[in-house]
């Protein structure tokens, strides 16, 4: 059962760990020439996971924490991809692209704010490049249910894109009103149709709780709603309000934010509803049908995490493609540049568009394991870990192991010499399990305006 008294006094700032180190410890210490040498160098029997940001939309949803341009203007994005296949030459001279693809994925923004053709134009540039995808390789597309039709449905099909993911968020009108994301139950539905139509093998919707005006009792007719839709995975995510990082969550009159026992009411009952209609709890904001690959996966011990989100596929380099986008490699990441004009000068200079990163040391390099085991499994084996890195786990994280016995006292988690095992209350409360283990967290500890709240 699990037990909501416990949550509050943990809502404390603390980060999503799609990385260890956070993108707050990336910086230009790691240089351009240093990055190339380590795509150079990268090892050929790694396969590649490829993520191509696409960054336009039409209008500033309020509460979008991502990365995004906002346009009407069609030559615009048809510069776009003009520095998209710049890039991708550029790369192809560093990297070498016959390894074998396992997964793609296409991210904004609003990927199919693109056109059909303009979809197929990229996705043939990227194949021209990258002739080894795997069969079944995972190739995935985040969709605006408002921003698709048909044509483009069939030419991501047809390209062997096999997921989706939908953003619904809140199907309240007054919520949605006061995001500035207007989209009927009818938008979404037939987006869906679309999806099932062309064989999608798994489609996701995307919900958050805690958005403006939102209601225990509103709430629930959205989740009702959305499992009409009979999505193969949900993500529900709690919304990470960072007014001073994004200036349109500004708009968004805070005194209309649901309080914390509201929001907890919210988590609470959508657990409740989704495990009652057959889903899996994966972690703290994924739901997924028992049959999903990533369900089997927890139970194996093989999930991992990105910037993506969850993922069966570990093992692979990550390159990230495009504006703002993030690549991760065996101790590395690496970011490009946010800003289009500098995106477009460095490929102008016959460059990669590589802004800064962080090189991991041997340090980050074993919290990184341990934290993203718990972010993944919400389990760690102790004795693995001792063999992988011949380190004695007790004494290398003794301050950790002490900072986590409130946890276990509380029965949030049982900790013995060979597991730390989440309890499931425990890994609703991962992000603040897993922080001990950051080393960079003090340093953050006196600003309260890095992160956004875990609860
Ligand atoms: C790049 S966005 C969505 C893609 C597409 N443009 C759409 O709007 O449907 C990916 C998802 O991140 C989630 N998201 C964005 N901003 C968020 C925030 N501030 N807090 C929590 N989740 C957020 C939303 O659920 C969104 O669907």
């Known amino acids: 059962m699990l037990d909501f008294s416990k949550f509050l006094k943990y809502s404390k700032p603390g980060p999503r760990y799609t990385s260890y180190p956070t993108a707050l410890e990336f910086s230009d210490a790691y240089g351009y020439d240093e990055y190339i040498q380590k795509i150079q160098n990268q090892d050929p029997s790694r396969p590649l996971s490829l993520y191509f940001h696409l960054p336009f939309c039409r209008n500033a949803c309020y509460f979008c924490g991502c990365n995004v341009v906002f346009t009407s203007k069609e030559d615009k994005m048809l510069r776009y991809i003009e520095y998209l296949k710049r890039e991708l030459k550029i790369l192809s001279s560093h990297l070498d692209c016959n390894r074998q693809v396992i997964q793609m994925h296409f991210g904004g923004g609003t990927p199919t704010f693109f056109t059909a053709e303009q979809l197929k134009v990229i996705i043939d540039e990227i194949k021209s490049y990258f002739p080894n995808f795997i069969d079944g390789a995972e190739i995935s597309c985040e969709i605006d249910p408002r921003h698709i039709d048909e044509d483009q449905m069939r030419v991501m099909s047809e390209a062997g894109f096999n997921r989706v993911s939908f953003g619904i968020q809140d199907f309240n009108e007054k919520v949605q009103i006061a995001v500035h994301r207007v989209q009927p139950y009818e938008v979404t539905k037939n987006a869906m149709d679309l999806a099932r139509k062309y064989n999608m093998v798994s489609v996701n919707v995307d919900l958050i709780y805690g958005l ?244």
């Open 212 to 455: 403006p005006f939102q209601t225990l009792e509103t709430f629930k007719e959205t989740l009702r709603l959305a499992l009409t839709l009979d999505p193969d995975r949900f993500a529900i995510f709690n919304y990470a309000h960072v007014p001073w990082m994004k200036k349109t969550m500004r708009k968004i009159d805070e005194t209309t934010l649901p309080m914390p026992d509201e929001k907890l009411q919210i988590m609470q009952y959508t657990i409740d509803f989704l495990t009652s209609h057959g889903y899996k709890m994966i972690g703290m904001d994924h739901f997924a049908k028992p049959e999903d690959e990533l369900f089997k996966a927890i139970k194996k011990g093989e999930l991992h995490r990105n910037f993506q989100g969850y993922t069966t596929k570990g093992g692979a380099d990550l390159i990230g493609v495009g504006l703002t986008s993030i690549g991760e490699g065996v101790d590395s990441y690496n970011q490009n540049f946010k800003d289009m004009k500098e995106y477009e000068k460095a490929i102008d200079d016959g460059k990669l568009p590589f802004e800064r990163g962080v090189v991991l040391n041997e340090d980050d390099l074993i919290r990184q394991y341990v934290i993203m085991e718990l972010m993944s499994n919400f389990k760690l084996d102790i004795r693995r870990f001792e063999k992988l890195f011949n380190i004695e786990f007790k004494t290398y994280f003794a301050d950790a192991i002490e900072a986590l016995k409130p946890f276990a006292e509380e029965e949030l988690l049982t900790m013995d010499e060979n597991y730390i095992e989440c309890s499931e209350t425990g890994t609703l409360l991962i992000r603040n399990i897993a922080m001990p283990f950051d080393a960079y967290m003090k340093k953050h500890a006196a600003s309260k305006k890095t992160f956004s709240k875990t609860v």
